[in-house]
């Protein structure tokens, strides 16, 4: 069996153009070298590896989906292998491509960058922001390699190591009569208006927490974004549950939040690297991996303890 890295890249190009078409444009080569290619890759490995659409393009079978996420890391090891060829006895080099959690992207991301070029100046890291879903999806199509995510519904194909536990907070306005207890019941916020993060998976478990609680939440506003969620809970539009707050209780607007830790022990939820088990880390992606360990543990960065929000800012 004889297929070459070109024909793999045609094949993942492909794939995520969606049609061989747009794959030649993306590559600059022609249409019909990048279908001859396709043609003999499948005649040579016996499968269909692409779905023909007449005048719609194309869509991976079940065993092109597979074939593709492998050919994906097999054209990451060439990358690094070229790479280190060219600098025997020098630090790592490499292109790596991170998931992350938006809300966990936006509180750990940045000082976890910076830290890491300062220490791996050769590696370069490209970063995938996503809701868990689009997490998940990541490392099983192979676009991603590791991810910085929540531990809630991680399927059996992929494997996680957790850094630390993020328990439940409530946010409300910084004016709000309850902003400074030490802690508030759930129950008390029955009546009032909750702001929900309407992503897949963190919506099921923030309904977690109210059946928990043996209460019915009155959702008055459902978004994707969280700092559209504290310009509404600042503004007095009600309240709402994080478990990754920002260390500032400043909203993009001037608003001003406060957050109080809940006083039920509800499920918390954890800070994880996750990958895709059938898979090992590539040396560069292994090395992230061992950097962000190293950042949430004791001394680190985000050290135990040292992550706690802020409660209400001066004014």
Request: no cysteine; net charge positive.
């Given at each position: 069996m004889r297929f070459?890295?070109?024909a793999l890249r045609y094949v993942v190009e492909t794939a995520d153009a969606g049609s061989v078409t747009e794959a030649a444009k993306r590559l600059n080569v022609s249409q019909p070298s990048i279908s001859a290619a396709l043609s003999q890759l499948e005649a040579e490995l016996g499968v269909q590896i692409f779905i023909r659409h007449l005048a719609k393009g194309v869509t991976l079978s079940p065993a092109g989906q597979r074939l593709v996420n492998d050919a994906r890391l097999l054209l990451a090891h060439a990358r690094d292998f070229a790479q280190s060829a060219q600098s025997l006895g020098s630090t790592l080099h490499g292109e790596i491509v991170v998931g992350s959690f938006s809300t966990l992207a936006t509180r750990f991301m940045p000082g976890l960058l910076s830290g890491f070029r300062e220490c791996q100046p050769g590696i370069s890291v490209k970063l995938e922001e996503g809701d868990q879903q689009e997490i998940i999806d990541g490392l099983v199509s192979g676009r991603t390699e590791l991810?910085?995510?929540y531990s809630f519904a991680v399927p059996d194909e992929i494997v996680g190591e957790k850094f630390c536990?993020?328990?439940p907070f409530?946010?409300?306005s910084a004016d709000?009569?309850?902003a400074n207890r030490s802690s508030i019941s759930l129950t008390e916020m029955r009546d009032e208006p909750f702001i929900l993060l309407d992503l897949p998976h963190s919506r099921d478990y923030f309904a977690s927490l109210f059946t928990a609680s043996g209460i019915e939440p009155r959702i008055s506003f459902r978004t994707r974004s969280f700092e559209l969620i504290r310009g509404l809970i600042g503004n007095g539009q009600g309240y709402s549950i994080h478990n990754a707050v920002p260390r500032t209780t400043i909203g993009y607007d001037g608003s001003r939040v406060a957050v109080v830790p809940i006083t039920e022990k509800l499920p918390a939820t954890h800070v994880m690297a996750?990958?895709?088990k059938r898979h090992a880390l590539r040396p560069a992606v292994q090395?992230?991996?061992d950097y962000a360990r190293d950042a949430f543990a004791v001394g680190g960065q985000f050290a135990p303890g040292s992550i706690a929000p802020a409660r209400v800012d001066a004014a």
């Open positions: 070459s890295l070109r991810a910085l995510s536990e993020l328990p409530i946010v409300l709000h009569p309850l996750l990958r895709l090395t992230f991996a």
